[in-house]
């Protein structure tokens, strides 16, 4: 990824609903190049949708909790499909350390959390199960520093754009 990719993600964080002709107005590149560029990147796998951002608690769901579990050896299959299955589970991943899985659950209330977890634990997948539960975000999800910090710093694959 070069500044120019950077600048159309920042673009398209800023304005969630601008369109390709606004987006090559804001880089100051040619709609052309905003389409290719958008293209390349949703190819590549780097833009993965355009949905909206969800705040769960407005949304009803202000109990979030990650849990980690320690599974029975040679079930991944079987507690990725029980996860699966879960709607309050929000996303897992496969873990290095002590837990072999972390999980995050957003719940509407401690009780839908109880019943969340006590599935959980009791799969014969799981041999065991912790929680703590979020008390408030510190630092919201992001990726635009992280982006801005990797980009390649070197010319733009296109001389028009005005970093």
Same mark, same amino acid.
């Given at each position: 990824? #070069?500044?120019? /990719?950077? +600048? ?11 369109? /390709? ?63 699966? &299955? ?12 002590? =837990? ?11 009780? #839908? ?10 799969? =014969?997948?799981? +041999?065991? &199960? ?5 008390? &408030? ?14 980009? /390649? #710093? ?5 001389? =028009?754009?005005? +970093?």
């Amino acid at each position: 990824m #070069d500044q120019l /990719d950077v +600048a159309l993600i920042e673009a398209m964080h800023a304005n969630p609903r601008v369109g /390709d002709l606004e987006l090559s107005r804001i880089t100051q590149v040619a709609r052309a190049t905003v389409q290719s560029r958008l293209t390349k990147l949703e190819d590549a796998g780097v833009i993965t949708g355009y949905g909206p951002d969800i705040d769960l608690v407005a949304a009803g769901h202000p109990v979030i909790t990650f849990a980690t579990l320690e599974i029975v050896q040679g079930s991944l299959d079987d507690v990725t499909a029980e996860l699966t &299955s879960l709607p309050n589970v929000l996303e897992a991943y496969i873990t290095s350390g002590n =837990a072999d899985v972390i999980c995050k659950i957003a719940a509407t209330s401690l009780e #839908d959390l109880k019943d969340t977890l006590l599935h959980i634990s009791q799969s =014969a997948s799981v +041999a065991r &199960s912790t929680s703590v539960i979020v008390l &408030s975000e510190l630092v919201p999800p992001r990726v635009l520093p992280m982006l801005r910090k990797g980009a /390649d #710093d070197g010319p733009s694959r296109s001389p =028009a754009f005005r +970093a």
